[in-house]
């Protein structure tokens, strides 16, 4: 069900944004992409009152799960400087959490993450399955250098690129409020053009975040340091 509320999501931001934008002299694009998602263990600061317990503590060395990453992204390589363009892309991916043993600090209490009401956190503790859902939205600048041009390719046939910019990021949490986040994302790239309008690329990709999300009065925190390897196809127009 995110899944698709993502592909929706996605389709409608890049719809707005070619009614948006008038047509304007040099190359448009439209990118859709799919992949792997890895992300870092990071440690999970919680604080606030569980269950009537006054608790501020971490879980620490969280591993996060890999998934499937998928996104769309529009962009407008410019005439007058061939080398620059922008675009905006939107993205989904999962960082959840499987079962697992952590060790805790400071002081917690369940339920939490799977944890049940009344479970000790004076020791190693094991964290229940825990949904973490990721929809990123960036405006980016991009920058590209033309290889194998000719008359039929005039921009390159093989286009090494760099991309960056700020972002923000959706976290829907299982159990938790939905947050959102500022956060940015990098990331370099191969296209290369079947035709003049049609190619394939590969993408590194590199998002990092800090969310905050809220159930009642607790507050939990992390650090989403995600890398992606994406591959997909590109239409230019």
């Known amino acids: 069900m995110a899944r698709m509320t993502a592909w929706r999501l996605i389709f409608a931001v890049l719809g707005l944004t070619m009614v948006a934008v008038p047509p304007a002299?040099?190359?448009?694009?439209?990118?859709?992409?799919?992949?792997?998602?890895?992300t870092e263990s990071r440690d999970i600061s919680v604080r606030g009152t569980l269950s009537g317990?006054?608790?501020?503590?971490?879980?620490?060395?969280?591993?996060f799960d890999s998934s499937l990453a998928f996104g769309a992204r529009l962009g407008h390589w410019f005439d007058a400087l061939r080398f620059v363009g922008v675009a905006v892309d939107v993205s989904y991916f999962e960082a959840n959490i499987?079962?697992?043993?952590?060790?805790?600090?400071?002081?917690?209490?369940?339920?939490?993450?799977?944890?049940?009401?009344?479970?000790s956190f004076t020791g190693p503790v094991r964290l229940g399955h825990t949904d973490i859902n990721v929809t990123a939205f960036s405006v980016d600048l991009m920058l590209r250098w033309p290889l194998l041009t000719s008359e039929k390719f005039p921009r390159g046939r093989l286009q090494p690129y760099l991309t960056a910019g700020p972002g923000l990021y959706?976290?829907?949490?299982?159990?938790?409020?939905?947050?959102?986040?500022?956060?940015?994302?990098?990331?370099?790239?191969?296209?290369?053009?079947?035709?003049?309008?049609?190619?394939v690329f590969a993408e590194y990709r590199a998002t990092y975040f800090e969310p905050e999300v809220e159930s009642g009065?607790?507050?939990l925190n992390t650090t989403i340091d995600t890398r992606l390897i994406l591959g997909g196809l590109t239409a230019r127009f």
């Open 25 to 38: 002299g040099g190359e448009w694009f439209a990118d859709l992409y799919a992949g792997r998602a890895s």
């Open 53 to 63: 317990v006054a608790v501020d503590g971490k879980l620490t060395d969280v591993d």
């Open 98 to 119: 499987s079962s697992q043993t952590v060790t805790p600090r400071g002081t917690l209490a369940g339920p939490l993450l799977g944890v049940p009401a009344g479970a």
């Open 170 to 199: 959706l976290t829907d949490v299982q159990h938790f409020d939905l947050g959102a986040s500022p956060g940015v994302k990098a990331g370099a790239g191969l296209t290369w053009l079947f035709t003049k309008d049609i190619g």
């Open 217 to 219: 009065r607790i507050r």
